[in-house]
Structures are given as C-alpha cells and as structure tokens.
C-alpha cells in the first residue's frame, strides 16, 4: 500500500523535473542542444504516470489505487484520461478554469512562442487515420483557452480539456508507435506544435496538482522543488548571494549585457540585482525566459513585477526590489542578433558570456574574437567587469593576448597550476581575476566562469 501523499510528492517531483530542466540531444561529441520532443515525451511520461491512478478511490482510501492493479475496474486508455479529467475539474470554479487558461498561454511563452503564433502553427496539423476526428474539436478547445474565453461550466470544462487531451494522446500514438519519422521530429513547425501540446500537458499536472490540495488535504511540497529553470546554461545550485556581497567589490552602475544567453537569466540577475540597474538579454532562437517571481522560482531578492511591455522580438519587464532604498530593475529580453543589439547599447558596466560554442547549438558567433572583444573593451567602463567561461575565442587567435580568458578551457589547451594567469595588461587597461569569484560553475565537465575587473591604465 503506497500512501497518496508519499505519491503525490513523488509525482510532482517527476513534474517539477520535467518543466523545470532543459532537455536536449547531441551526436558524439558536438553540444548538447534544447530538442523539443524531448520535453514533449517527458511531460508525457508524467501525465501517463497520473492518468494511470483512479484518484478518486485513492483520496478515499488515502492509498494510491491504479487502474490496471488486482481488484481494480478496467478501463481503455481513453477512459482513463476522461476519469483523470474529471479528478482535475472537480468542483471547479471559474478562477479554476483561468488558472488553466493563464498557465497554458505562460507555458506556451516560455516555450518562446506568442500565443498567436501557437494558434496558426495548429493550422499545419496534417490529420491521419489516428487524429483526423479529434482535430477540429481539438483546435476549438484551444482556440477557446488562448482567448480566454468567459467562465465555463465544470461539464463544459471537462469537455474542453478531455477534447485536448485526447488528442495529444493520438500525438504521443504517432511519436511513439506510428508515423511521426525522425525527419518529422527535425521539423521546425512539428517541433513548435510539440511545444503547444507539451504547454497544455505542463498546465494540465499544475491544474491537477491544484484539485489535489483540495480533494485530499495535500500541500505542495516546497522541499522537493528543484532550482528554477535557466535554460540551456545553468548550475546545480542557484546562487543566493550577489557579486558585491560575494567580493566586496562594487561594480559602476550601467548595462549587463549577455550575449546569446539562450536562458540563463537567474545568475547574472542575482549577482548584480543590487549594482545594475539596466539588463539585456539576447538569444536569435527565441525570447529569453526570465525566472518566475511569483514564489515558484526561489529568486533571494524577492521583486515584484510592475509592467511587462511586449514587441514583436522584444520584452521589457520593470521589477522593483523593496530594500531601502528601492531599486528598480529595467530588464531586456531580446530575440535578436546579439551584434545588433551590442551595437545599440553605451557604456557596459557588465560583459556577461558563457556557454556558447561554434557548433550546432551554439551561436558560431567569435565574441571572444579580435573584432567583437575589442569593441566589447572599448564599451566597458573603468572597473567593469568580463563575466566568462573562455566561449567561442577565434580558433586563429588563440595566443592572443586576451587568451587567459580561455586557459583553463581543455579544448583550447589547459595549463598547469603554476602556469596561470590571473592579471594581463591589454589596450591600455589592466585586467585582474576576482579570486574571491573563482569557479562559478562547478557541474562536472563545465569550464568554470571567472569575473576579470577592467581597469583602464
């Protein structure tokens, strides 16, 4: 006998993992890269975890009652997901059915699509033998969610998610036993449909967990929530503490400016909350996804959102952080061409790079080439900082004299202990390593990140 509680935690540990933590492919020896029907399999896996449990008999016994277990009624997969259904939506209310729609839609931008770009890639749906009388229903239900259509009925809300539902089931049907081939999965507009319905299955396990701390008494178990999600480049542990706290060293107040980023948006915002006050965040893939603030994302500083401004490849969100003094944060999201942007912004006070490559999943962009650094140089203010982990030097500058931003890089050949340098003078100014700031990344096979201050001569 499995206590409901015991699995409730479990499986809302498998949720958090599967929303919270980039998933992604690589071939030998090339950089991983972020694969959308990865994440789409994985959330399948936890929705098929819990639509495989009659939580009905489960509340009521307080132990976990599965469907196809000894003594249980048995029911095809299509009747399971509509009991599922029902469990979600019971006793909804029409705050309930908002919760779903915003989840949905918030899902559906951190996959790094606007909402109205999710409904027209539905249109692309090629129906088959298995989707082809469920489609319609399905881009109606979905149609109603992302217009967020008035408050509905508990019936017409279990219709409306059971028509969704079924459908990605039929979807799971065709990735896993049926016509979707790999060069369907490579596909860039199948893999933004994928997206979509991985969105609706992520709000879909939030909805359920939600009628679970109503039907049974469960809480949410904080404990077990892991670090939130940054993306493509990330550590093990979020840090807590910001540079000047870390160093004692106050960075000039201007732009951090992080080139193809991809997500990693938590730790430059923690380190410099307290000194910077103007961030920008550039990916040509997609809007970079800032880490949530609204309890789930275990931000220290605690800000609160005033405005969110939207364009077509660019959000501006202004956070307020309640110390004394207040400070307010304008942060930049940009899905753009990192050179454009750079060349749009004065007086960088942070150069913020890690995480990139040449190859596939990487930008293929020399930031730490003769070109692109210089111009960087001449940017930084007197003490600014280089924020690195050696990325993307041109491969025929190797022994330029900037080169200890890399030397630690195996690929680029490692020095000895004795042998490293931790201060180089180069275009009249003076570049010294933090010591007190070494090794910011520390997951295994990582490079490591080091702040160099710039000090002009």
Same mark, same amino acid.
């Given at each position: 006998?499995?206590?409901?509680?015991?699995?409730?935690?479990?499986?809302?540990?498998?949720?958090?993992?599967?929303?919270?933590?980039?998933?992604?492919?690589?071939?030998?020896?090339?950089?991983?890269?972020?694969?959308?029907?990865?994440?789409?399999?994985?959330?399948?896996?936890?929705?098929?975890?819990?639509?495989?449990?009659?939580?009905?008999?489960?509340?009521?016994?307080?132990?976990?009652?599965?469907?196809?277990?000894?003594?249980?009624?048995?029911?095809?997969?299509?009747?399971?997901?509509?009991?599922?259904?029902?469990?979600?939506?019971?006793?909804?209310?029409?705050?309930?059915?908002?919760?779903?729609?915003?989840?949905?839609?918030?899902?559906?931008?951190?996959?790094?699509?606007?909402?109205?770009?999710?409904?027209?890639?539905?249109?692309?749906?090629?129906?088959?033998?298995?989707?082809?009388?469920?489609?319609?229903?399905?881009?109606?239900?979905?149609?109603?969610?992302?217009?967020?259509?008035?408050?509905?009925?508990?019936?017409?809300?279990?219709?409306?998610?059971?028509?969704?539902?079924?459908?990605?089931?039929?979807?799971?049907?065709?990735?896993?036993?049926?016509?979707?081939?790999?060069?369907?999965?490579?596909?860039?507009?199948?893999?933004?449909?994928?997206?979509?319905?991985?969105?609706?299955?992520?709000?879909?396990?939030?909805?359920?967990?939600?009628?679970?701390?109503?039907?049974?008494?469960?809480?949410?178990?904080?404990?077990?929530?892991?670090?939130?999600?940054?993306?493509?480049?990330?550590?093990?542990?979020? +840090?807590?503490?910001?540079? $000047?706290?870390? %160093?004692?060293? !106050?960075? /000039? =107040?201007?732009?951090?400016?992080?080139?193809?980023?991809?997500?990693?948006?938590?730790?430059?915002?923690?380190?410099?909350?307290?000194?910077?006050?103007?961030?920008?965040?550039?990916?040509?893939?997609?809007?970079?996804?800032?880490?949530?603030?609204?309890?789930?994302?275990?931000?220290?500083?605690?800000?609160?959102?005033?405005?969110?401004?939207?364009?077509?490849?660019?959000?501006?969100?202004?956070?307020?952080?309640?110390?004394?003094?207040?400070?307010?944060?304008?942060?930049?999201?940009?899905?753009?061409?990192?050179?454009?942007?750079?060349?749009?912004?004065?007086?960088?006070?942070?150069?913020?790079?890690?995480?990139?490559?040449?190859?596939?999943?990487?930008?293929?962009?020399?930031?730490?080439?003769?070109?692109?650094?210089?111009?960087?140089?001449?940017? +930084?203010?007197?003490?600014? $900082?280089?924020? %690195?982990?050696? !990325?993307? /030097? =041109?491969?025929?500058?190797?022994?330029?004299?900037?080169?200890?931003?890399?030397?630690?890089?195996?690929?680029?050949?490692?020095?000895?202990?004795?042998?490293?340098?931790?201060?180089?003078?180069?275009?009249?100014?003076?570049?010294?390593?933090?010591?007190?700031?070494?090794?910011?990344?520390?997951?295994?096979?990582?490079?490591?990140?080091?702040?160099?201050?710039?000090?002009?001569?």
């Amino acid at each position: 006998m499995i206590d409901v509680h015991m699995k409730l935690n479990e499986v809302y540990g498998l949720h958090l993992l599967s929303r919270d933590i980039e998933h992604g492919i690589r071939k030998g020896y090339l950089p991983w890269r972020v694969f959308a029907p990865t994440r789409f399999i994985y959330a399948f896996f936890v929705f098929n975890t819990l639509y495989s449990i009659d939580w009905r008999a489960s509340f009521q016994s307080a132990t976990v009652a599965e469907w196809d277990s000894v003594g249980t009624q048995r029911l095809t997969e299509r009747e399971k997901i509509q009991a599922f259904v029902q469990t979600c939506v019971k006793g909804t209310s029409p705050e309930d059915f908002d919760f779903f729609c915003r989840a949905v839609r918030r899902y559906i931008q951190d996959a790094g699509l606007h909402v109205c770009q999710a409904e027209h890639e539905l249109e692309g749906i090629t129906p088959d033998v298995g989707t082809s009388r469920f489609v319609d229903a399905f881009r109606e239900a979905f149609r109603k969610v992302v217009r967020g259509q008035d408050p509905i009925s508990e019936e017409e809300f279990s219709c409306l998610l059971n028509d969704l539902l079924v459908f990605i089931y039929k979807v799971r049907n065709n990735v896993f036993h049926g016509s979707k081939t790999v060069d369907h999965m490579v596909d860039p507009p199948q893999q933004r449909r994928l997206s979509v319905y991985t969105s609706i299955l992520y709000a879909t396990e939030d909805l359920f967990f939600r009628a679970a701390c109503k039907s049974c008494a469960w809480r949410l178990p904080t404990e077990t929530i892991v670090p939130p999600r940054v993306g493509r480049r990330s550590i093990q542990m979020p +840090l807590s503490r910001s540079f $000047l706290s870390l %160093t004692g060293y !106050s960075v /000039p =107040d201007g732009i951090l400016f992080y080139p193809c980023c991809g997500n990693d948006t938590y730790e430059p915002i923690v380190l410099f909350h307290d000194v910077i006050s103007e961030f920008h965040f550039v990916d040509i893939a997609s809007i970079p996804r800032l880490p949530s603030i609204d309890g789930r994302g275990s931000l220290p500083l605690r800000p609160r959102l005033v405005t969110i401004d939207r364009y077509d490849s660019l959000e501006v969100h202004t956070w307020v952080i309640d110390t004394s003094p207040k400070r307010t944060l304008r942060i930049f999201c940009h899905q753009e061409d990192g050179e454009k942007v750079f060349r749009q912004l004065q007086n960088l006070s942070v150069f913020f790079y890690r995480g990139d490559s040449p190859g596939e999943g990487g930008s293929g962009v020399w930031w730490l080439g003769p070109d692109l650094f210089n111009a960087v140089v001449e940017k +930084l203010v007197d003490g600014g $900082l280089i924020v %690195t982990d050696g !990325s993307n /030097p =041109d491969p025929r500058r190797l022994n330029a004299p900037w080169a200890p931003l890399w030397q630690h890089r195996d690929c680029y050949g490692s020095v000895s202990r004795d042998d490293v340098i931790t201060s180089f003078a180069y275009a009249g100014r003076w570049f010294m390593r933090m010591p007190e700031f070494d090794r910011l990344s520390r997951r295994p096979r990582q490079h490591g990140t080091f702040a160099w201050r710039v000090i002009r001569g």
